[in-house]
């Protein structure tokens, strides 16, 4: 397993863009595919955006799609999540995820989780 750390959340208000990033541990980082997830107050948690070892791959939640830009540095160990145009609903605690097995939007594929980081748009 990798650990990951998030940071870059905040207080922002509706149409401002926040980037998010992930720093990693772990010497096998580059082998894992890495997914951000986000749980809003009362909600489950749900898939946001993901993206394979070779970042010839990503995938978005259609809330998100056009909106968010997942990318990843292998060689700083580090993935992000640049969100632009949030809204009012993208308010939740954002969680980098990182999958041994399969570059995937299902979230029981992951192994590796961070803490999270609060995100918070007001209207």
């Known amino acids: 397993q990798v650990q990951l750390i998030e940071s870059g959340g905040g207080l922002v208000q509706a149409g401002d863009s926040l980037r998010l990033s992930c720093a990693a541990s772990?010497?096998?980082?580059?082998?894992?595919?890495l997914g951000w997830f986000r749980q809003a107050p009362g909600k489950e948690r749900e898939f946001v955006a993901a993206?394979?070892?070779?970042?010839?791959?990503?995938s978005y939640a259609d809330s998100v799609k056009g909106r968010f830009t997942i990318s990843r540095d292998n060689a700083k160990n580090t993935v992000y999540l640049q969100m632009n145009s949030l809204k009012p609903e993208d308010t939740a605690v954002y969680y980098c995820?990182?999958?041994?097995?399969?570059?995937?939007?299902?979230?029981?594929?992951?192994?590796?989780w961070g803490q999270g980081t609060q995100v918070t748009v007001s209207s």
């Open positions: 995820a990182g999958s041994r097995t399969a570059y995937s939007n299902y979230e029981p594929m992951y192994d590796s």
């Open positions: 772990g010497r096998t980082f580059s082998s894992y595919a």
């Open positions: 993206i394979n070892w070779r970042s010839d791959k990503t």
